[in-house]
């Protein structure tokens, strides 16, 4: 199983983790555009003080930019919504969107 997966599983067992393992797993997370996944779950189970500083920092970043994603995606919504307004279509959106605009458990951390 790779560390993703472990992660994402059992966030629990993450502050014991070695910095080594953080480090593969930071990468891995980040390539698979799963960190901001995994900062929520950690957060969400209140862990978050007690991961080790230097990984602490790449989460909270991932966190910010999903952040900054999700208030993007939130604009060009309406962008779509105001051009076709005109024409009485209504937009349907589907995966991470929808489940942000929806404000599904599913769209944190997308």
Do not use: C
């Amino acid at each position: 199983m790779d560390l993703v997966s472990q992660a994402l599983q059992n966030v629990s067992g993450l502050p014991d983790w070695p910095l080594a393992r953080w480090d593969l797993l930071i990468r891995q997370a980040r390539a698979a555009n799963l960190l901001s996944r995994i900062a929520v779950l950690i957060d969400e189970a209140g862990l978050i003080d007690a991961i080790p500083l230097e990984p602490r920092a790449h989460l909270l970043s991932a966190r910010v930019i999903s952040a900054a994603q999700s208030a993007e995606v939130l604009r060009e919504v309406e962008y779509v919504r105001k051009a076709l307004e005109s024409t009485g279509s209504q937009p349907i959106f589907l995966k991470g969107t929808a489940y942000l605009l929806a404000d599904l458990p599913a769209a944190q951390g997308r």
